[in-house]
């Protein structure tokens, strides 16, 4: 008597239903822009759109060339400054807003509503409310402060270059600390409650068991806010191209990669398009972003191996 044959499972044709409309948007929307802007970025066009392959001249160009490699290192410094404000402003004060939510209290739903609601608003009204606000004709800024009798703090802020982009980075944080906020809550709430009795039993203070107990355990979770904040902010552009334009004046004083892009691939006023020296500042904006990923990865994998 042969022994039976054991069964063969059913190929799972029902996860390929419910998953193919999401992979085929993903796609379609996503994945075969990428590819190819990372193929444009390898060509050339002259004025009949005739594509001829090039290699890597249009990266010899926005590194070399004077009419690029000063707007691109501009953009990129830009970013980074963009990057640091939010990183060195946003996530300690979201850290010590989910710290100060996660210690209870009848109105904290209300409080975590409250700074939430900015990530719901549109960025074009952000940027229309922002402009009115720090106006330095009719905005309310400068009431405020006269009301508090300094005055003379008052600056225009978006209108200088010293100042501009410091200023929208400070509203984009404004704007989207809920997130951090709501992700370091999330985390800090998962702790359980009898390692910081324990601490406390031992005699150790509030601070003491917040920077010894509890935040070894967010450090996972702050590893994964960095690095949202990374590819979020290298990829910013619809609130500085709301507040100052495809221009990011003064002066490019805002101008970041998201708004070079904009206006090398799709031109601006007087200024044609490039569609391939747009597709290589694009694919430049990748590599950094897909770098950082890296470098956290590679983080992340270290800190398990030690961990283990």
């Known amino acids: 008597m042969q022994p039976a044959?054991?069964?063969?499972?059913?190929?799972p044709w029902h996860i390929v239903v419910f998953l193919a409309p999401a992979v085929l948007i993903y796609t379609v929307f996503m994945i075969y822009p990428l590819i190819d802007s990372l193929r444009l970025s390898f060509f050339t066009q002259d004025a009949r759109r005739v594509e001829a392959f090039a290699g890597f001249e249009n990266y010899v160009r926005l590194f070399t060339d004077s009419n690029w490699a000063p707007r691109f290192w501009n953009a990129f410094q830009n970013n980074v400054v963009f990057f640091?404000?939010?990183?060195?402003?946003?996530?300690?004060?979201?850290?010590?807003?989910?710290?100060?939510?996660?210690?209870?209290?009848?109105?904290?739903?209300?409080?975590?509503?409250?700074?939430?609601?900015?990530?719901?608003?549109?960025?074009?009204?952000?940027?229309?409310?922002?402009?009115?606000?720090?106006?330095?004709?009719?905005?309310?800024?400068?009431?405020?402060?006269?009301?508090?009798?300094?005055?003379?703090?008052?600056?225009?802020?978006?209108?200088?270059?010293?100042?501009?982009?410091?200023?929208?980075?400070?509203i984009s944080v404004w704007q989207f600390i809920g997130i951090p906020m709501m992700l370091f809550y999330t985390a800090l709430i998962g702790i359980p409650e009898?390692?910081?009795?324990?601490?406390?039993?031992?005699?150790?203070?509030?601070?003491?068991?917040?920077?010894?107990?509890?935040?070894?355990?967010?450090?996972?979770?702050?590893?994964?806010?960095t690095i949202l904040t990374f590819v979020g902010n290298f990829n910013a552009f619809d609130l500085i191209y709301t507040v100052k334009g495809a221009l990011a004046g003064p002066n490019f004083a805002t101008d970041i990669m998201g708004t070079l892009f904009y206006r090398t691939f799709f031109g601006f006023q007087l200024q044609l398009g490039n569609p391939t020296m747009g597709a290589t500042v694009s694919t430049m904006m990748f590599l950094i972003i897909l770098c950082g990923v890296g470098l956290y990865f590679a983080w992340l994998r270290r800190v398990q191996t030690y961990e283990f």
Do not use: C
């Open 5 to 11: 044959l054991p069964h063969k499972k059913p190929f």
């Open 84 to 170: 640091i404000v939010n990183m060195l402003v946003q996530n300690p004060i979201a850290l010590l807003l989910a710290t100060l939510l996660s210690k209870g209290g009848r109105a904290r739903s209300v409080y975590r509503t409250l700074i939430f609601t900015p990530t719901l608003l549109s960025v074009v009204l952000i940027g229309f409310i922002w402009q009115l606000i720090l106006n330095p004709l009719w905005g309310i800024a400068g009431g405020l402060l006269k009301a508090i009798g300094q005055p003379q703090w008052f600056q225009p802020w978006l209108g200088l270059p010293q100042t501009a982009l410091v200023t929208i980075a400070l």
């Open 194 to 225: 009898e390692l910081t009795e324990a601490a406390r039993v031992d005699g150790a203070s509030p601070w003491a068991i917040f920077w010894r107990v509890k935040f070894p355990l967010l450090l996972p979770m702050v590893g994964i806010v």
